[in-house]
């Protein structure tokens, strides 16, 4: 997959992206907002994580630790997390988490492997972007056709859109 055929997507509709992947801290000279693997974040001094802080962001692959990030979490304008395939779910897991448990407010965004059938179960968790490079998925984000179920049984970072939605919050008559 080229990177030139990726689009940015978030609720508002597709943005463009000031963020390039690197692989380590040396794209940092340039002034650009780099996305770097966690290995490679963890391997920058201090003082370089100190003076880039607003244009640093940092890429988990589902097996990764997210606790080696958490000391970083309030300098960092960006946490990617990576779909390598469609049926690894752990990243979700990890957003729902820098929302709730952690209390991220920064841009949380899916890179990989995203599909349509996902998009409305990425918002509900916590992602606020989304790398689209699936054909089908940019064709229907296009046409303003995300894929989704309204109604939900779980809770999730993002608030139901009608209050007492939930269908496992039951009252009894």
Not at 45 to 65: N, W
Not at 71 to 77: C, G, K, V, W
Not at 95 to 111: F, P, S, V
Request: aromatic share 8%.
């Amino acid at each position: 997959m080229n990177t030139t055929d990726i689009r940015l997507w978030t609720a508002n509709g597709f943005q463009d992206d000031r963020w390039q992947k690197a692989e380590d801290g040396s794209a940092l000279d340039a002034s650009a907002h780099v996305i770097l693997p966690l290995a490679a974040f963890l391997d920058l001094d201090d003082e370089t994580r100190t003076k880039a802080a607003d244009r640093i962001g940092v890429e988990l692959q589902p097996g990764d630790a997210l606790d080696a990030l958490l000391p970083h979490l309030a300098r960092l304008p960006l946490v990617a997390l990576a779909f390598p395939a469609f049926n690894d779910g752990r990243s979700y897991s990890k957003a729902e988490l820098l929302r709730t448990r952690h209390g991220y407010r920064g841009e949380i965004r899916a890179t990989g492997d995203v599909l349509i059938d996902q998009v409305a179960h990425m918002l509900r968790v916590g992602f606020s972007s989304l790398e689209i490079a699936n054909p089908r998925t940019l064709e229907q984000l296009q046409s303003g056709r995300e894929a989704g179920i309204p109604l939900y049984y779980q809770p999730a970072a993002k608030a139901a859109a009608a209050p007492g939605s939930y269908a496992w919050r039951r009252v009894s008559a």
